[in-house]
């Protein structure tokens, strides 16, 4: 009819593109990325919305991933460089090691720009829960030292694995509060133990600090696997 006529008057589309609206089943894959639209009935105006706008309204993870390192050979420590920044306040890291010595335990330094923090400026307690004795239980605590000690010695039995843990970092990149962490981890010990810890640690002076840095105390790791994610302000 010409009333159906005068509504197409000025449409820009090609048949294809109309037969996507009208009911055309087939799929295409497409790789979605922040710069594409979707047609959206705004509130009775049709529209294309960005995809962006679509994320924000219907949420994304608080965590976002800036970091990972993980090596199956023998090496002598992992240093996570420039993962800290002024865009988030607050971290979580998350590792998992075996080390190649069944004497050695698992140190963490601070890392600025020059590379590790070597000052006593480190201060830490570790409450460590044995399920092998509930009158066993220990402490690790230091202050004033030059590192932070994350366990006492560690199984070196890769099967087993040494050492799983997860810390909450607070503000490492600020240079006008110190540096706080919560740590937590389960550990199987050079007794073939398994072992709960949990503790606080703090890093003394108010620096700028985009890196940490691990270590064994003595020989290597026989693998590791580290991830860092930054939590939404």
């Given amino acids: 009819t010409a009333a159906e006529l005068n509504i197409l008057d000025g449409v820009t589309s090609t048949a294809a593109e109309l037969n996507i609206v009208d009911g055309n089943t087939s799929a295409t894959s497409t790789t979605i990325a922040d710069a594409d639209r979707v047609v959206l009935n705004d509130n009775g ?47 979580l890291v998350i590792g998992d090691l075996t080390n190649t010595g069944s004497s050695d335990n698992l140190k963490m330094q601070m890392r600025d720009a020059n590379g590790m923090r070597t000052a006593s400026e480190y201060a830490y307690r570790i409450q460590v829960y044995d399920h092998s004795s509930n009158t066993s239980d220990t402490n690790i605590r230091n202050t004033g030292t030059t590192s932070f000690q994350l366990s006492d010695n560690l199984e070196d039995d890769e099967a087993r694995t040494g050492i799983s843990f997860r810390m909450l970092i607070f503000n490492p990149n600020s240079s006008s509060v110190r540096t ?6 389960t550990v199987c010990n050079d007794s073939a133990n398994v072992l709960s810890l949990q503790g606080a640690l ?4 108010t620096e700028t600090l985009p890196g940490l840095g691990f270590f064994p105390s003595g020989n290597s790791f026989a693998n590791s696997s580290f991830r860092v994610y930054a939590f939404e302000n």
Avoid: C, W
């Fill in 202 to 205: 703090q890093h003394k002076a």
């Fill in 45 to 91: 105006t049709m529209v294309q919305a960005a995809v962006t706008d679509l994320k924000t309204y219907i949420g994304s993870s608080p965590l976002t991933k800036i970091a990972s390192a993980s090596d199956d050979s023998s090496h002598g420590g992992v240093n996570l460089n420039s993962i800290f920044s002024s865009t988030y306040e607050n971290y």
């Fill in 180 to 185: 706080r962490i919560l740590y937590d981890a």
